[in-house]
């Protein structure tokens, strides 16, 4: 018997947005009307009560860009899970590639934003993916399932609970795609280690994110273990954004 895999798209503003911009963008996004797919968008933190305002009563969820592993106290700048919970935050993007190169984040810093999220009933949408050097040098699946490893081991037996992105870091923001092929090749080496890791691997959901456009999604999320998509400049546009989430249509899976 099969059942349908409900597709899941997210948007991630990055530093971008202005109050009236987002009020244009969120109203877009609700007069789409129903959408094959579960959708979310992660705006900047000083939106998100905009973000849950307009969104409310709808079947779109918010989330935020980052989350801090730390539970309160002394950590000017950082927000806690246990705040975006306070907002009704359905996720949190932890591990971006930006936020990797950027601040430096490690992956047992990553893992323990990740289970600081999910402490707080927010979902942790965990990054990884490998640069063009390590893509040229044939270590993507060495660094994804090493980036991956350290959340499994820090989650347990929360590790199904979580939402997994691949990002290859030089498909982000490039305008280059990865083929199909190669996103789906990745997948599947992800969906393996997961499968290792959990009794419940079909309830991870694999996103694809890097460059992801209208005239792409569809055939990337064709593939048999791309269960959606992270996507970053086209999530700023309704029209595009909405486009995308309409290639998103269920799947049948076992």
């Known amino acids: 018997m099969t059942v349908p895999h409900t597709k899941l798209v997210v948007g991630n503003w990055k530093m971008h947005g202005s109050h009236a911009a987002?009020?244009?963008?969120?109203?877009?996004?609700k007069s789409a009307g129903p959408l094959p797919c579960d959708v979310a968008v992660c705006p900047p933190f000083p939106y998100l009560a905009q973000a849950a305002e307009?969104?409310?009563r709808t079947p779109i969820a918010w989330g935020s860009q980052d989350c801090s592993a730390q539970e309160q106290g002394a950590y000017t700048g950082e927000v806690s899970a246990a705040m975006l919970a306070d907002f009704g935050c359905r996720?949190?993007?932890v591990g971006h590639s930006e936020r990797r190169a950027q601040h430096g984040e490690s992956d047992a810093l990553v893992a323990d934003k990740a289970a600081a999220a999910l402490?707080?009933?927010?979902?942790p949408i965990v990054c990884v993916g490998e640069t063009l050097a390590e893509r040229e040098a044939g270590q993507t699946e060495s660094v994804v399932k090493r980036q991956l490893s350290a959340v499994i081991h820090t989650l347990g037996h929360?590790?199904?609970e979580m939402v997994v992105a691949y990002e290859p870091v030089w498909a982000i923001g490039t305008g280059v795609t990865a083929t199909p092929e190669q996103a789906q090749a990745v997948h599947a080496v992800l969906r393996a280690q997961l499968q290792a890791a959990t009794p419940h691997p079909k309830r991870i959901k694999?996103?694809?994110g890097g460059s992801v456009k209208p005239d792409n999604a569809a055939s990337l999320f064709a593939q048999p273990d791309i269960d959606g998509g992270l996507i970053g400049g086209a999530s700023l546009k309704a029209a595009d954004f909405i486009a995308i989430c309409r290639t998103a249509s269920p799947v049948k899976a076992v």
Not at 119 to 123: F, L
């Open 206 to 208: 694999l996103l694809y």
């Open 22 to 29: 987002n009020e244009a963008l969120l109203d877009g996004l």
């Open 119 to 123: 402490a707080r009933g927010v979902t």
């Open 158 to 160: 929360c590790v199904s």
């Open 54 to 56: 307009r969104l409310a």
């Open 91 to 93: 996720y949190a993007i």
